[in-house]
């Protein structure tokens, strides 16, 4: 079945600290892996896919297929991250559909 | 360029009713897909629509329906809607790198009563 995991509902961290937002994937195939971000009052955008292996806003997301993980890390969190941040999995690059976790709300505290 | 929009942006309809929903991509763009956004479900994939044609398809019920048109514009349309219809539905759209580079619209808040 293809499915993205998404553990934390919520993940709330103090302006500075490191941040991690998990997720796993299940999936037979080698899929592509996006993570998503939506902040308040805006429309859902593309952070980060991880077949450019790019640091967008500070954030990275390693692709670990052994574990089946594709996890946003940040050393530093800022007060603008704050947002929901989705997973999503893709089988084929040559369709639209993708396959998203729950989500994960980072608050970032001053 | 213009981005993806979504009409109308909210909508209140009664249960039994139907609806339709209406989604414009990136000029230039060909692949239309949908979702349904909830508190309790997430994001979770309807249908895509690629040259007039649906090309992948959700588990939702045959109540959800889709199609889109030569210059790309997708409908949406839920029939018989129930209390359980109410969401936000996003569209996005893809071009030549598909879903590499999906773009998404505002959405169309439904609420169902």
């Known amino acids: 079945a293809q499915r993205v995991t998404q553990p934390e509902k919520l993940l709330s961290v103090f302006k500075g600290a490191p941040v991690e937002l998990k997720c796993n994937y299940s999936?037979?195939?080698?899929?592509?892996l996006f993570w998503y971000v939506q902040y308040s009052r805006q429309r859902l955008q593309l952070l980060l896919r991880?077949?450019s292996r790019e640091s967008i806003k500070g954030f990275t997301a390693d692709l670990n297929k052994g574990e089946t993980s594709f996890h946003l890390k940040k050393p530093f969190a800022q007060e603008e991250d704050s947002a929901m941040y989705y997973c999503?999995?893709?089988?084929?690059?040559?369709?639209?559909?993708?396959?998203f976790g729950q989500g994960t709300t980072l608050q970032v505290k001053p | 360029k213009a981005g993806v929009t979504q009409t109308p942006r909210y909508l209140i309809k009664t249960r039994g009713q139907q609806v339709t929903l209406s989604c414009s991509p990136i000029?230039?763009?060909?692949?239309v897909s949908w979702y349904q956004q909830t508190p309790g479900q997430g994001l979770q994939f309807l249908f895509e629509?690629?040259?007039?044609?649906?090309?992948n398809k959700g588990n939702f019920p045959g109540r959800f329906s889709g199609r889109q048109f030569s210059n790309s514009r997708s409908e949406m349309n839920v029939s018989t809607l129930e209390l359980g219809d109410s969401a936000l539905y996003l569209c996005?759209?893809?071009?030549?790198?598909?879903?590499?580079?999906?773009?998404f619209g505002q959405g169309t808040r439904l609420t169902v009563v």
């Open positions: 996005a759209s893809t071009g030549t790198y598909g879903v590499r580079e999906a773009f």
């Open positions: 999936y037979s195939g080698s899929p592509e």
């Open positions: 991880h077949i």
């Open positions: 999503a999995l893709s089988g084929s690059s040559n369709t639209g559909k993708l396959i």
């Open positions: 000029s230039g763009h060909r692949s």
């Open positions: 629509y690629f040259s007039e044609t649906q090309r």
